[in-house]
Every structure is written in C-alpha cells, then in structure tokens.
C-alpha cells in the first residue's frame, strides 16, 4: 500500500470512521456523561489522534498528520485531562452543533478552536 494512501486512511479511520461504540457517540450522549466519563472520552479520542499521527508519519506522510494532527497534539501537551474536557464542555455549549453527530467531530473542532489562539 502506498505511503499516503496509509496515512490518508489512519486519518479517515481516527475523523470519520466509527470504531469502538464509544467513538460513535453522539453529542447528545457525551453531553449526558458525568465529568468523569466525559474526561475519559475525550483522552480516548485524543489516544486515537496520537495513534493516527504516529501512524502517518510511519508512513511517510509527515505533513499531513502534522496538519491534521500534530498542531492538536502539541498545543494539548501542557493540558490537564481536564481543561482538554473543558474546551469540548465549553464549545458544545456555546457553538450551535448537531447534537446527533459523533462527538469526536465536535471536539477536533472544539481543539482546533482553542489551539488556534
């Protein structure tokens, strides 16, 4: 398999593929965890990320799992488990969502949010 068709799927598996029943939890359902499960969720997601980067730049596609994850990745590292929860609780709560979508979409915008400052 080519190099960046490897990373091209790592990062369609981690954005838009459903993996684990928990990856496929809507933003209604996150938003009815208690604190606890939310911070967990959201340190899985952001697992998946470091596991997609990891894996595209095994693959040679460096620039891409920089672009789509790397910039997350590093703004993330001196957080605490959880503000990371708080960035997601404050952006669900502030910016009109589809509730019924997968959660991890929201919080790669909630992340892309935040680190863009």
Do not use: N
């Amino acid at each position: 398999m080519r190099p960046r068709l490897v990373g091209l799927l790592a990062a369609s598996v981690i954005l838009a593929t459903p993996g684990m029943s928990s990856a496929q939890m809507t933003t209604l359902e996150y938003r009815a965890l208690p604190e606890g499960d939310r911070t967990q969720y959201v340190v899985g997601v952001f697992d998946g990320w470091l596991h997609a980067w990891d894996l595209m730049i095994r693959a040679g596609q460096g620039t891409l799992a920089d672009e789509t994850f790397g910039k997350l990745i590093e703004c993330a590292k001196p957080m605490s488990r959880g503000q990371v929860r708080a960035i997601m609780d404050k952006y669900i709560q502030s910016v009109p969502t589809d509730l019924a979508k997968g959660a991890r979409f929201d919080f790669y915008a909630a992340m892309s949010r935040a680190c863009r400052r």
